[in-house]
């Protein structure tokens, strides 16, 4: 199983990005799928997580709240993150992480640059 993001780019403050976290390989149970973000010189945070094991409940990070929306296209065994009203504060390599097959991945990241 392999996670690959995608979509991250420069933008100006109130910008909007799309962001794709697409899953290749064998998947037979997947409970959930998210983003983290990792900011210079800071700890990796959580961003966002979306329940696919039923339900697709969503659960966002207070500073992306009312910015952010994790979706899921399950024929395309992808994850999106739309990110709108990008602050500076955003700025971050964005990393998809998934629950499949009983264990978590991580794809590599995809930066996002926000300029003020």
């Known amino acids: 199983v392999q996670l690959q993001a995608s979509g991250g780019g420069l933008v100006q403050a109130g910008g909007s990005l799309r962001l794709s976290c697409a899953a290749s390989?064998?998947?037979?149970?997947?409970?959930?799928m998210g983003w983290y973000r990792q900011a210079p010189g800071k700890q990796r945070e959580f961003v966002a997580r979306?329940?696919?094991?039923?339900?697709?409940?969503?659960t966002y990070a207070d500073s992306v709240k009312g910015r952010f929306t994790i979706s899921i296209d399950n024929a395309k065994k992808t994850v999106y993150l739309q990110m709108n009203s990008l602050t500076p504060e955003d700025t971050a390599v964005y990393f998809c992480?998934?629950?499949?097959?009983?264990?978590?991945?991580w794809g590599r990241g995809t930066l996002v640059t926000v300029s003020s």
């Open positions: 979306i329940i696919t094991a039923g339900g697709g409940s969503t």
């Open positions: 992480n998934g629950d499949l097959n009983g264990r978590p991945y």
């Open positions: 390989g064998t998947i037979f149970s997947s409970n959930v």
